[in-house]
């Protein structure tokens, strides 16, 4: 069975301009999540999307936005970038949300940055 | 407040010696706990969850992890390292679906 794949791997882009990320979830898995990792400030959660509506969102600006399709695939749009959104972008996948058996599949990220 | 506190930051052992990475939760209620791993350039891997079942779990590559609600721990051992375990690991808890990951630690094997 395929992992998770995202894409693109690797992404330069300029202050002021807008980026879209995408991520196919695991075949069968419904749940995709979304984190931002920095040296600085660890692995941040962004947004969790299951069934194509967002059920949990983390301490990020309206800048940051993310939609899944029906398909389960999901992508993540970033405006008006700053300097600080340069990061590894992580896209993880699981079945359900459901708690108690919450196991995610992480992708190998999108390489973020910004000049 | 739910938070997940990983004691060090690096932590490095010789291979074939024990390793221990420490992992402390605050958490109102049982929370699930999970390790993951990352090598360098890659994404993260599950090694092992606690999900209120065997308080002791085992998970991948010979590692486990044992739950204690006295002490809010939930530290990850292997009785003997390998050079392929130098990564980067990362406790999180999750509980009424808030994922919180802690700050990681990342751990050097001596040869």
């Known amino acids: 069975k395929a992992g998770v794949t995202q894409t693109p791997r690797y992404l330069i882009k300029t202050r002021g301009q807008q980026v879209t990320l995408s991520c196919s979830p695991i075949?069968?898995?419904?749940?995709v999540s979304w984190y931002q990792q920095t040296p600085g400030q660890g692995l941040q959660f962004l947004f969790e999307?299951?069934?194509?509506?967002?059920?949990n969102k983390g301490n990020f600006p309206g800048r940051f936005s993310g939609r899944q399709f029906s398909n389960s695939r999901s992508e993540m749009n970033v405006s008006t970038l700053e300097l600080g959104d340069s990061a590894l972008y992580l896209c993880?996948?699981?079945?359900?949300?459901?708690?108690?058996?919450?196991?995610?599949?992480f992708g190998p990220g999108t390489r973020l940055t910004v000049t | 407040a739910q938070s997940v506190t990983q004691l060090d930051s690096h932590v490095s052992v010789s291979e074939g010696t024990p390793v221990l990475l420490r992992c402390n939760y605050s958490?109102?209620?049982?929370?699930?706990l999970f390790w993951y791993v990352q090598h360098p350039n890659k994404g993260l891997q599950l090694l092992l969850k606690?999900?209120?079942?065997?308080?002791l779990v085992k998970g991948i590559n010979g590692f486990e992890a044992e739950f204690k609600k006295s002490e809010t721990s939930f530290h990850l051992t292997k009785p003997s390292a390998h050079m392929s375990d130098a990564a980067e690991y990362f406790c999180?808890?999750?509980?009424?679906?808030?994922?919180?990951f802690g700050k990681g630690t990342r751990l050097h094997i001596l040869p």
């Open positions: 075949s069968g898995h419904r749940s």
């Open positions: 999307y299951f069934s194509e509506t967002q059920r």
């Open positions: 993880a996948s699981s079945l359900t949300p459901d708690s108690d058996t919450y196991e995610q599949y």
């Open positions: 999180v808890l999750n509980r009424d679906d808030k994922i919180i």
């Open positions: 958490s109102s209620y049982s929370p699930s």
């Open positions: 606690y999900t209120s079942a065997a308080t």
